[in-house]
């Protein structure tokens, strides 16, 4: 099996910054793109960034310039730096990740997973 956890998560004031980490475990051959995702409440759940295997980046527009993604391959991780946090940035955020596994017959499959979330809060 294979796990997603994430830390980090808070209460921080307008300004203020947190760091997220994320953190696969199980039986794992490969992690290709990483990702967060934030829902707030009443609202749907949207993208935050993306990292491909390679380290490419891709940023939600309302995040850019604040937010950066890095990852350690080595340790099966992934960093969201958090900085000058604003109020709307308050939500459940969300570690998703494409995971290559052996299957029982020896192929290798990709599959989706999902931490359990962290909470953001940010006063103002």
């Known amino acids: 099996q294979v796990q997603l956890v994430e830390s980090g998560g808070g209460l921080v004031q307008a300004g203020g910054s947190l760091r997220l980490s994320c953190a696969a475990s199980?039986?794992?051959?490969?992690?290709?793109?990483m990702g967060w995702y934030r829902q707030a409440p009443g609202k749907q759940r949207e993208l935050v960034a993306v990292?491909?295997?390679?380290?490419?980046?891709n940023y939600a527009d309302s995040v850019k310039g604040r937010f950066t993604l890095s990852r350690d391959n080595a340790k099966n991780t992934m960093y969201l730096q958090m900085n000058s946090l604003k109020p709307e940035d308050t939500a459940l955020y969300y570690c998703?990740?494409?995971?290559?596994?052996?299957?029982?017959?020896?192929?290798?499959?990709?599959?989706?997973?999902w931490g359990q979330g962290t909470q953001v809060t940010v006063s103002s």
């Open positions: 990292i491909t295997g390679g380290g490419s980046t």
């Open positions: 998703n990740a494409e995971i290559s596994r052996r299957a029982y017959t020896g192929a290798l499959r990709q599959y989706v997973y």
């Open positions: 199980g039986s794992i051959f490969s992690i290709n793109a």
